[in-house]
């Protein structure tokens, strides 16, 4: 029996092709391939479920969206029956986090993907949502993301994945969806408002100039309302440009206030006269002369990331030592860590209330970003061993020596007793883990979720989105605990 007649009981061939007498065999001319046949139809009706992998992602996505979430919420704004009927919510939500789970953030690439990637035809059920719906409804079910992540949450602390013993506090820079080229700073805005109405007024008295004249050759009758395209451009900088100014002037006027409420608070005034003098500070206030806006999204802020400066939002988390767990996230415009402690916190112990968890962490770990006297004062109030790292020793406090410090005198400030706990043998073991529990969940989200670039612009779609990253999170941690066996199936 030859080669090709054994061959063609387990592979469709092809026969060869005739060859001239004499002439030479291309290279590989001898070899037999498989039947090729770009028009083959198929004789029975295909099944995507026949092709995606038992343990594929995507299966585990559809069953925690199946059986394990309420969509109350989503499917709550859709009480009008009014116009054409939308995406199933379902639909939408697996592909949304399929998507966010492998990387995929952009509305456009993922419906690309609903075309050509069978794990998320399977998922839209061989639907092809077009990116403008993809986007919308990323958008519009912003108020629906906490309440999910805190489903999840429970649902990551029934199957055992919160321990609770040691919890980090974290932030990561995540970069803005605006250009660095698209600002300007306050010592420009102002000249160029004066710019931009020098030229508008002279575009308008050119434009009547030219109404009068043709009036006279053509007559009361035409048209005079028409804007030319350079006045329009013009008139449009102009609100941006006010806009901008107004808000860097308010939130100068909002940090003087905040400064003069300190300060009164601390001479002990009487209301009225801290009132009068905050009304001061906000009338004197000046915005800083390098002061910015930016234009594509103005609630964005220059932060110092990786990449150097550039606008970006501050991403706050509480991360769980057992499996990584995120408890809580925030996104805030603050380019420091040292005002989220207190918020943190607070919100960690709402959500593990929420998520019928009645335990407290043990151990709370912070980095060097978070020590101030509010913060370690906040501490002592926790039901919880606090470790703020506290930085450099200052003038004038006494920090004990690693290894074997000494007892804590009794006139000791909050953070030199802070500096003790610290340099006490379990103290530096507890430290010691804060970068091995925190770090990896936000490089994890940033390598495989690409959360380190947002896509939707503004406060609350930063926050929104970062949720979106945390809950992807969260479920791609159950799902390797479930297939390891460490958690119920």
């Known amino acids: 029996m030859t080669v090709t007649a054994s061959l063609e009981g387990l592979f469709e061939v092809e026969p060869g092709e005739a060859r001239a007498p004499g002439s030479a065999a291309p290279a590989g001319a001898g070899k037999t391939f498989r039947g090729y046949d770009q028009g083959q139809c198929f004789l029975l009706p295909p099944s995507l479920d026949d092709w995606l992998d038992e343990d594929d992602e995507a299966r585990f996505i559809s069953e925690v969206v199946e059986e394990l979430l309420d969509l109350t919420p989503v499917y709550a704004s859709y009480a009008s029956v009014s116009g054409a009927p939308p995406y199933d919510p379902r639909m939408m939500l697996k592909l949304l986090l399929f998507a966010y789970a492998t990387g995929v953030t952009s509305s456009r690439e993922l419906e690309r993907r609903c075309k050509r990637d069978i794990a998320f035809r399977w998922l839209s059920g061989n639907q092809a949502p077009d990116y403008r719906s993809l986007a919308r409804f990323r958008r519009r079910h912003l108020d629906a993301l906490p309440g999910l992540f805190l489903q999840v949450l429970r649902v990551c602390a029934e199957a055992g994945l919160v321990r609770l013993g040691r ?25 160029k408002i004066d710019q931009l109405q020098a030229e508008v007024a002279a575009l308008l008295a050119e434009a009547e100039a030219v109404d009068e004249a043709e009036d006279q050759q053509f007559g009361q009758d035409r048209r005079g309302d028409e804007v030319a395209p350079e006045l329009a451009r013009r008139e449009g900088r102009l609100v941006k440009l006010r806009a901008a100014k107004d808000a860097i002037e308010a939130d100068a006027a909002e940090k003087a ?55 970006a939002f501050n991403a706050q988390a ?86 074997a410090p000494d007892p804590v005198p009794e006139d000791a400030s909050r953070r030199e007793r802070m500096a003790h706990a610290l340099r006490t043998e379990q103290g530096r073991a507890d430290y010691a883990r804060r970068k091995a529990i925190v770090e990896p969940a936000f490089g994890q989200m940033k390598t495989r979720q690409n959360a380190g670039q947002l896509r939707l612009r503004g406060l609350a779609g930063a926050q929104g989105e970062w949720l979106l990253h945390t809950i992807c999170h969260n479920l791609r941690k159950l799902r390797v605990a479930t297939a390891a066996g460490l958690a119920p199936a």
Do not use: W
């Not at 919890?167 to 000249?191: C, E, F, Q």
């Not at 004197?284 to 594509?296: E, G, I, L, S």
């Open 167 to 191: 919890v980090a506090l974290d932030g990561t820079k995540l970069a803005a969806n605006a250009s660095r080229h698209k600002a300007m700073s306050y010592d420009r805005i102002v000249p």
């Open 257 to 311: 206030a905040a400064v003069a409420r300190k300060k009164a608070d601390a001479a002990g005034q009487p209301p009225e006269q801290a009132d009068a003098a905050v009304a001061t500070a906000v009338d004197k206030a000046v915005p800083k002369p390098k002061a910015q806006r930016n234009f594509t999204d103005p609630e964005a802020r220059m932060m110092k990331t990786v990449r150097g400066f550039d606008y």
């Open 318 to 403: 509480v991360v769980d030592e057992g499996h990584q767990i995120v408890l809580s996230a925030e996104v805030t415009q603050q380019a420091t860590d040292i005002q989220q402690f207190v918020p943190m916190a607070e919100q960690t112990l709402r959500n593990l209330d929420a998520a019928g968890i009645d335990r407290s962490p043990e151990v709370v770990l912070a980095d060097a970003g978070y020590c101030s006297e509010a913060n370690l004062e906040a501490a002592d109030d926790l039901d919880a061993q606090v470790l703020i790292a506290t930085g450099r020793q200052r003038h004038g406090e006494s920090f004990p020596t690693v290894g």
